[in-house]
């Protein structure tokens, strides 16, 4: 059962490349392993969660997955609404 519409935003900072493909790549890949809906937008994607912790675990493997890709820094924002 969805509780919350979570739009999450997460920005490499200081990479040698200018494109974030790969790392929107990798992302999408985690949320797809979760079998969580979601819906990737210009800046943004909007994800289906059940919880906070959903929440938590999911930014913990986002976080993960790009510093083992050499991402040093990160920029997230978040907004939420009902679904």
Do not use: W
């Not at 493909?21 to 994607?45: C, D, H, M, P």
């Not at 938590?56 to 939420?80: W, Y």
């Amino acid at each position: 059962m969805t509780k919350l519409v979570v739009s999450i935003s997460v920005t490499p900072i200081g990479t040698a490349d200018t494109s974030v493909s790969k790392y929107v790549r990798e992302v999408i890949s985690i949320l797809q392993k979760a079998g969580l809906k979601y819906r990737v937008g210009a800046g943004f994607t909007d994800v289906e969660i059940d919880s906070f912790e959903t929440l938590a675990r999911l930014l913990s493997e986002f976080h993960t997955a790009l510093t083992k890709m050499g991402v040093k820094r990160m920029s997230t924002l978040l907004t939420s609404s009902p679904p």
